[in-house]
């Protein structure tokens, strides 16, 4: 019989990634309501040592199987070796991370096991009466969301994008159990050879993890006005993120991007400056703790989860809060 809640973590270079941790987070909320356990799955070659870890931040139990050829993600091999946990301990739920691994895994697992996957989820939910996972996501372009049962295969499948979930404070009381399992891998299973492992060095903090964001709208006018929110942003201490308008007209990156096609974001403070608030971009960061927004049609969408709305141009708000700022700085220094 299917029992337990799974989360898939992803490691890159030995270290864990924050989705992982933020999946425990609701993972431990669906696996009280079911009166489960969570179920942590760690691949990796040397990296039984962060299996503690995954159980501070609310798993149970992990599985650790630990393998040279796990090093670095290629799919044939992580493939192979989720696939056989997932035969051996028939898990009730599986949920991944909706990131760049998790996409190109959970759908191969999908189809070996024959079960169903519902993608990009933002909410997960356990049925009172049924005890099915209620999986929510955004559909017909963000315009409704839907809600999405898997009835009559297990495990019950999603991934959810990272930021989305809110992650469990580090309990180091927590005791759960290290299982170590042993796939017998062989040499077709490494399909491609690594050649080279390029990376992009950024200084730029990504904006998931970002206290503060100042976020650019279509209203910005042009890629110059970054410009004017970079001077804002550096005051204080904040990154700069934007709408999908400004990255399809190529005025800034796609990493910069908040929203449905984006990326979801929970800061302790979020500027909206000239940005309308369609509900594909409130998707993205309507989360967050306090939202400031800055635009000159007072009708705008926006001002409808803003905790505080100025109605004006940006052009003329943002330089003089910039300039409050620095002053305000400068006082307190002087103090």
């Known amino acids: 019989m299917s029992k337990d809640v799974f989360v898939f973590i992803e490691q890159r270079d030995g270290e864990i990634q924050k989705v992982g941790i933020e999946l425990l987070g609701k993972a431990r909320e669906l696996a009280d309501d079911l009166k489960q356990d969570v179920v942590a ?51 009730e739920i599986v949920i991944y991370g909706a990131s760049s691994i998790g996409r190109d895994l959970a759908p191969r697992m999908a189809a070996r096991i024959h079960t169903g996957l519902t993608a990009d989820c933002t909410g997960l939910a356990i049925e009172e009466d049924t005890k099915n996972l209620r999986m929510t996501r955004p559909a017909f372009g963000g315009n409704l969301m839907a809600e999405i049962l898997c009835e009559n295969f297990r495990p019950q499948m999603a991934t959810v994008r ?69 001077e804002l942003a550096d005051e204080l201490d904040a990154e700069i993120s934007s709408s999908r308008a400004n990255v399809d007209s190529g005025w800034i990156e796609k990493d910069a991007q908040v929203g449905q096609t984006g990326k979801t974001v929970r800061p302790e403070l979020y500027f909206a400056l000239g940005i309308s608030g369609a509900i594909q971009h409130l998707a993205g960061m309507d989360e967050s703790e306090l939202i400031i927004a800055v635009n000159k049609n007072k009708e705008a969408p926006i001002f409808d989860v803003a905790d505080l709305g100025i109605v004006g141009d940006l052009h003329s708000v943002v330089p003089k809060l910039t300039e409050l700022i620095r002053k305000t700085k400068k006082l307190k220094s002087e103090i």
Request: glycine residues 8%; aromatic residues 4%.
């Open 41 to 91: 799955i760690l691949l990796g070659e040397n990296i039984r040592n962060k299996a503690d870890l995954l159980v501070r931040h609310g798993a149970d139990k992990a599985i650790v199987v630990d393998h040279p050829m796990l090093k670095e993600y290629v799919t044939e091999p992580y493939s192979k070796a989720v696939y056989e946990i997932i035969k051996k301990y028939d898990p």
């Open 162 to 230: 990272p930021g989305v979930m809110q992650a469990l404070d580090s309990d180091p009381s927590r005791k759960g159990e290290i299982i170590d399992e042993t796939i017998e891998f062989v040499d077709s299973d490494m399909n491609i050879e690594i050649l080279e492992i390029a990376k992009k060095e950024s200084k730029k903090k990504d904006i998931t993890e970002a206290n503060i964001l100042v976020s650019g709208g279509r209203g910005i006018g042009g890629p110059e006005g970054f410009e004017t929110l970079k």
